[in-house]
């Protein structure tokens, strides 16, 4: 079985700070992994992903994330925060590899920036 | 880039009656795709993964008969809420399932539908 861990409901920086989401995984088989960031009323949308390849993921709008094993950790990270970046933020991990099949989401974390 | 869209985005039912969402992938083919139900400030959680021309498979919990998934072509997959209750509302997302490059897949999501019963 797999799942994943938000750790932080909810989390505030100052525009221009850096953000960071955690993110702690469980699974039997190496897993894919995910970060979606969600806008209010809205459907989900990837910002990156890592299969496998190199461990620190860089996505869309400024966001990345490193793969480490030895933690079982996948944190989001940008280094400045913009108001734009307020929505909610959620890790994913798929089982199966090749063929991404049902992805296990985190509680989600909630992004506020405040100027 | 894969499109997926939803329509209706926003409906309200009475109790009582029968609801359809449908899921569009609209420039792409997906022979998967997959319903997910959010309720307030929640994660996703899935419903059913849904394989065109063929039964969905329905997640632990979920009444199969209660929502009704036909995947009848490569890019339409719908839902449907039947004698929906009070407690059926929620936000209903779907994805389609696609290749991102090489053996890759991902999916891709729709905006969702908002379903709430009076």
């Known amino acids: 079985a797999q799942s994943v861990t938000q750790l932080g409901s909810h989390v505030s920086v100052s525009e221009g700070a850096l953000v960071l989401l955690r993110c702690n995984y469980s699974s039997s088989v190496p897993p894919y992994l995910f970060w979606y960031v969600q806008y209010p009323n809205q459907g989900l949308q990837l910002l990156l992903k890592?299969?496998?390849?190199?461990?620190l993921v860089k996505g869309i709008n400024g966001f990345e994330a490193e793969f480490k094993k030895s933690e079982t950790s996948f944190h989001l990270t940008k280094p400045s925060a913009h108001m734009s970046d307020a929505a909610e933020y959620f890790c994913?991990?798929?089982?199966?590899?090749?063929?991404?099949?049902?992805?296990?989401f985190g509680t989600g974390t909630r992004l506020q920036v405040t100027l | 880039g894969a499109v997926v869209s939803q329509h209706p985005s926003w409906v309200i039912c009475k109790s009582g009656t029968s609801v359809k969402i449908e899921c569009r992938s609209l420039?792409?083919?997906?022979?998967?795709m997959f319903w997910y139900r959010q309720f307030p400030k929640q994660s996703l959680m899935l419903m059913a993964t849904s394989n065109e021309g063929s039964k969905a498979t329905y997640e632990q919990g979920v009444e199969k008969d209660k929502f009704l998934i036909n995947h009848a072509s490569l890019t339409l997959s719908t839902l449907t809420v039947t004698s929906a209750h009070p407690e059926d509302s929620s936000f209903y997302i779907c994805?389609?399932?696609?290749?991102?490059?090489?053996?890759?897949?991902?999916?891709?999501f729709g905006p969702g539908t908002r379903l709430t019963v009076t």
């Open positions: 420039d792409f083919q997906a022979t998967t």
């Open positions: 994913a991990v798929s089982e199966y590899t090749g063929t991404a099949s049902k992805l296990t």
């Open positions: 994805s389609a399932r696609a290749l991102a490059g090489g053996s890759s897949y991902e999916q891709y």
């Open positions: 890592y299969t496998s390849a190199a461990t």
